[in-house]
């Protein structure tokens, strides 16, 4: 069984920084691309940003130089540096990956449970 993990969520203040992870475990073989969406009160989820196995990653417009994604694949874990908050970004952040169990020759794609993100003064 494989799943998903995040931490990091919580409130800050517009203009502040919070660092997400996101720790995949189980029975893996490889992971394929890790993702990070968020989904606003009454809006519909959206895709943050996205980072291959290789490192390369792709950004939102709305984040473009203020979020950063990041993976340790020996960890098989993917991060999320957000700086520069704004009360808009305020949202349930979720993980996603692209991930190959043991066993498997497909890759299914799994959900974390999500975690909180409040930028307010």
């Known amino acids: 069984q494989v799943q998903l993990v995040e931490s990091g969520g919580g409130l800050v203040q517009p203009g502040g920084s919070l660092r997400l992870s996101c720790a995949a475990s189980?029975?893996?073989?490889?992971?394929?691309?890790m993702s990070w969406y968020r989904q606003a009160p009454g809006k519909q989820r959206e895709l943050v940003a996205a980072?291959?196995?290789?490192?390369?990653?792709n950004y939102a417009d709305s984040v473009k130089g203020r979020f950063t994604i990041s993976r340790d694949n020996a960890k098989n874990t993917v991060y999320l540096q957000m700086n520069s908050l704004k009360p808009e970004d305020t949202a349930v952040y979720y993980c996603?990956?692209?991930?190959?169990?043991?066993?498997?020759?497909?890759?299914?794609?799994?959900w974390g449970q999500g975690t909180q993100v409040t930028v307010s003064s």
């Open positions: 189980g029975s893996i073989f490889t992971i394929y691309v």
């Open positions: 980072i291959t196995s290789g490192g390369i990653g």
């Open positions: 996603n990956a692209d991930i190959v169990g043991s066993g498997y020759y497909s890759a299914s794609d799994y």
